[in-house]
């Protein structure tokens, strides 16, 4: 088991503690789950699912939940159990990103259960990839004068548009590649990109290498174009008749 997998089943079984059978379950997902985790750029994502969850709840685990934080880890997403089973169309995007890849360190598994609508799947991903694709234009607009935060800029927001890439995938009907390379260069084939300025980004993201491009750099522009390619393609796709299956 590698160091950063022991530590969050350390954590879980923390809360297992704290909560006994108002723990339903405790997960890792995300890059650490995938066996992509890079110290000092990844996250160790949880999902803690309670029978109840109020400010009761809060409380008990502030004290570890603190001592997690401050690790440099994020805080674990809370819900309810009932929750859970009714935002499945609301965070489709989340959910099914956390079905691909995901650990159960404690309790049931929730996530074998859950249902999640193409058609759910498809109005969130329009929404935000316009959103992020937005953004990414005001960061550049703020950052491109500065070599430094332009390539900070590109590196952190690599792992948004993954999930959204792998969502792209799932919504036209491919499980996504296990590898950040891989889940590139299946989208770009689909929205008719140049993988390359993305998989550039990737492999400086893996190094945890200075990055530091000029606004010209063609890093920048193929980046940009990625984004604006695959919105495009989501606009234009002509989806399978079962759009409101299950994915």
Do not use: C
Not at 59 to 87: D, F, H, I, Y
Not at 149 to 166: D, H, I, M, N, P
């Amino acid at each position: 088991m590698s160091e950063e997998r022991r530590r969050a089943k350390e954590f879980a079984e923390e809360l297992g503690r704290i909560y006994g059978e108002g723990l339903v379950t405790a997960l890792l997902y995300g890059s650490a789950a995938r066996g992509e985790f890079r110290a000092g750029s990844s996250d160790l994502n949880l999902l803690v699912v309670l029978k109840e969850l109020g400010l009761p709840q809060l409380r008990q685990a502030a004290k570890e939940t603190r001592a997690w934080v401050a690790e440099g880890n994020p805080p674990p997403l809370l819900m309810s159990e009932s929750e859970w089973r009714e935002s499945a169309d609301v965070f489709p995007l989340e959910y099914s990103d956390i079905r691909d890849s995901y650990v159960v360190l404690a309790g049931r598994d929730l996530v074998a259960e859950m249902r999640i609508k193409r058609g759910d799947l498809r109005l969130q991903l329009e929404h935000e990839l316009r959103s992020k694709k937005i953004q990414l234009r005001e960061g550049i607009l703020v950052a491109a004068e500065s070599p430094e935060e332009l390539g900070q800029l590109l590196v952190r927001s690599l792992s948004t548009f993954l999930v959204l890439f792998r969502g792209v995938l799932r919504l036209d009907g491919e499980a996504p590649p296990s590898t950040a390379s891989d889940v590139i260069e299946a989208v770009a084939a689909r929205a008719g990109f140049s993988a390359e300025p993305l998989l550039e980004v990737s492999r400086v993201r893996s190094k945890g290498a200075p990055f530091t491009p000029s606004v010209d750099d063609p890093v920048v522009a193929g980046y940009l174009e990625a984004v604006e390619r695959t919105v495009a393609w989501l606009d234009g796709a002509e989806l399978p008749p079962d759009l409101e299956d299950e994915t």
